[in-house]
């Protein structure tokens, strides 16, 4: 069985603040994929990032940045210099690499993150 | 491309109507999916579709029926609406083929704009 969590219900921060969003997971899969989603207050689910269970590697996407680890089992999202517009809700998500019935995705509860002016 | 879309945006019902939400994309993609989404939860799956003329149970799968006639859409049924079916729901679709080991994939769900149930 498949398992995230996203520990963090709410964060609320003010303008340019750095904010880290936390993601664990559990899986028996040895590949697997790795998701962010952001759903803004219009209610869309916007796709971020894809990381497979091979690379490890960080990437920065202008002010965001991924930190996965798999000694961890955490797939961190970084928000650098926040700003209004980035309040929503965030997503973290999982679904097996093997291309099994459907691929799908188990998702966390989500985080609530509010940047104050 | 229009991408995922769903039909209706909204719609009220009362305890025991019928009713059917429509999704459709035109990404010609194989996967087809129905999550719900209720405060706190996250998104579970409802039920899924890994072809035309195919369909699978999700996490929660109870008092929802599906049919995928032709590739291009995905129905999702509620024969008769109870208040606990109370939900936003999303369609997805996706490619159905991976490519591992640090070449892209193609597995990314994209998503409909949702549907706004409330049944009374």
């Known amino acids: 069985a498949q398992k995230v969590t996203q520990a963090q219900t709410e964060i609320s921060v003010v303008e340019k603040e750095d904010v880290t969003l936390d993601c664990v997971y559990e899986t028996r899969d040895t590949t697997y994929y790795l998701f962010w989603y952001k759903q803004p207050p219009s209610g869309e689910l916007v796709f971020l990032i894809r990381?497979?269970?091979?690379?490890?590697q960080n990437e920065i996407s202008g002010r965001y940045s991924w930190n996965f680890q798999k000694s961890t089992s955490s797939f961190n999202f970084t928000i650098t210099a926040s700003q209004v517009v980035d309040s929503a809700v965030y997503f973290c998500?999982?679904?097996?690499?093997?291309?099994?019935?459907?691929?799908?995705?188990?998702f966390g509860e989500g985080t609530q993150l509010t940047v104050n002016p | 491309n229009a991408g995922v879309t769903q039909t209706p945006k909204f719609r009220v019902l009362k305890t025991g109507q019928s009713m059917t939400l429509l999704c459709a994309q035109d990404?010609?993609?194989?996967?087809m999916y129905w999550y719900r989404q209720d405060p706190g939860m996250g998104l579970r799956l409802i039920h899924y579709?890994?072809?035309?003329?195919?369909?699978a149970k999700g996490e929660v799968p109870d008092g929802y029926n599906v049919s995928r006639l032709k590739k291009q859409n995905f129905l999702l049924g509620l024969e008769s609406a109870a208040p606990s079916q109370t939900s936003v729901y999303f369609c997805?679709?996706?490619?159905?083929?991976?490519?591992?080991?640090?070449?892209?994939?193609?597995?990314?769900?994209?998503f409909g704009p949702g549907t706004r149930l409330t049944v009374l």
């Open positions: 990381r497979n269970s091979f690379d490890e």
């Open positions: 998500a999982l679904t097996p690499g093997e291309e099994t019935s459907g691929s799908r995705l188990t």
């Open positions: 990404m010609n993609h194989e996967y």
């Open positions: 997805a679709s996706s490619y159905s083929k991976f490519r591992l080991a640090g070449a892209s994939s193609y597995n990314e769900q994209f």
């Open positions: 579709s890994v072809g035309e003329g195919t369909t």
